[in-house]
């Protein structure tokens, strides 16, 4: 009895220092004190995790390598359970949920947001126990560099909060355009805490800078024909419809992202194709159910902020609710990608199956500028309406590519091999030269943008010439199984043709141009003995001279193609180091 009368003390007067330590410390955010019209700075919000941790043993904050401002990138985690550390993250079976915020740091509502989140969720005995299964992991601001070069300009068209971050990171790069190719610290520290964590369901928090529009929040999912098959399908219409009717018990309208410019959204859109590029098309590879929060530019900031809190709460709830079926289908999705022989790495809008939306708008109309010799777009909103529009939410595959046993990539290519390993991507290296039957890869076609696009001049509508040959691999080349958690992501990177594959981001170029050539008063004597002791040669050149007309004008051309068929021109001249066993 006495024992445990010293047991009741002990509790009692744990849980009285527990309250006290609390009521010493204010939680109030700026945004919550300047009355949702202002965000704090980058230190202020990691000061502000650190102090709820120090309080509240349900939150853990962590450092997880760096950004190219010089700053770590930091991790927060809320586990009704306790403090965590990260091997034990890796361990967990619950649900895992992501939230990235200040991608765009003048798109700041989401810090604001998620501030207030895990704070109400630590303070409130019964939100704990409703999440006691869940583990939220928050990055507090991802682009440091940008958080940290505030103003209050250079978002023109938005309204609020008084001042805040730039869009560029610390070496001006968009970090939503940095996924796949890793240009940046910050995207190489994320892959670390993505890989750490693997969530379940990822949400980055946006601001939208398009139309306008009734709707103070829109919502931004993955593409669902591209994350593809029965977890497709549940995003579609499980995830989607649960969040907006989520929202829509608390009278929070919502409609997906308004994929508009220089038109009106009556007129109908697209959804967003989210390519690997982006952050929900980078988790995507790996089976996570992501999507984009995209609040409305104009609308008030303490609208924007608190309805981005809603949304958040309605993913918690989802992903609690539907725990088992999330876990199944994305471990049943990994093992069905195993088992096909197709992927697809290049999909368009089907235009003849559009979903109907009732949008909530305004009258657009163009009129006389005021400020220049044209017309300007203005919304009228003193004229709302709500009409049945055509949404292409519906994706088809235009390109498909048969998935292969293993790729071989060549040594020597640093930067992909770098890449390969921060995403956890398992292969081994020959020990020896070692000859098997491959298929090489070699460019036949391909765009080049005309201006600077995030650093690179990137390539599209790439495709390629194949051909079955023994190939012999030195000691050290890659040998990449796809049968791997990485298989997406494998493909998406090593498949020149794909969207935002390593070639068209410029990281095969070298391969591009080549390194020898011929002097033509030379190479004549050599080309004229090749077409004699060469009938095949000879044969396809006088084809072309017969049919080509600028061939059979251009001196130098001719003897290029001749130089092309022959055994002096160089086989690295577009050849990929990648190749494909079957």
Known sequence: MRKLCLLLFVIILTACNSKKKESQH?????FEKSKGTE???????????????????????????????????HLVVFDSQG???LESLKSSKKTRILINNGIHPGESDGI??????????????????VYSNTIIGVIPVYNVGGALNRNSHSRANQNGPKEYGFRGNARNFDLNRDFIKQDTKNAAAFAEIFHVLEPDIFIDNHVSNGADYQYAITH???????????????LEKEMRPYIENHLAKKNIPITPYVNV??????KGFSQFYDSPRYSTGYTTLFNTLGFMVETHMLKPYKIRVEQTYNLMIGALDFGKQYQKEIKSLRAESFNKLYETQKYPISFVP?????????????????IDS????????????TKPFTKEIEYYNNFIPVREIDIPRAYVLESGWHKVIERLENNKIEFIQFEKDTTILSEIQHIKEYNTRKSAYEGHYLHYDTSVEKTIEQVTFNKGDIYIPTQQKGIRYIIETLEASATDSFFNWNFFDTILQRKEGFSAYVFEDIAEKILKENSKIKSAFENKMENDESFANNSYAQLNFIYKQSPHYEKAHLKLPIYKIY
Do not use: C
Request: proline share 4%.
């Open 112 to 129: 604001d947001a998620s501030m207030l989140l895990l704070r109400d969720i630590v303070q409130n005995d019964s939100l704990k126990k």
């Open 261 to 266: 410019w220089g038109s009106t959204p009556e």
């Open 370 to 381: 005021k400020v220049t010799t044209g017309k300007r777009l203005f919304y009228d909103r």
């Open 39 to 73: 965000t704090p700075v980058y230190s202020e919000v990691i000061d502000y995790y650190k102090s709820l941790t120090d309080v509240y043993s349900e939150l853990s904050v962590f450092e997880i390598g760096e950004t190219d401002s010089g700053f770590p990138l």
């Open 220 to 234: 931004l999912f993955t593409q669902h024909n591209k994350l593809g098959g029965s977890l497709g399908n549940f």
């Open 350 to 366: 089907n235009r003849e199956s559009p979903s109907v939306l009732n949008f909530k708008g305004y009258d657009g109309s163009y």
């Open 83 to 85: 403090k965590r550390d």
């Open 26 to 30: 204010d939680f109030t955010t700026l």
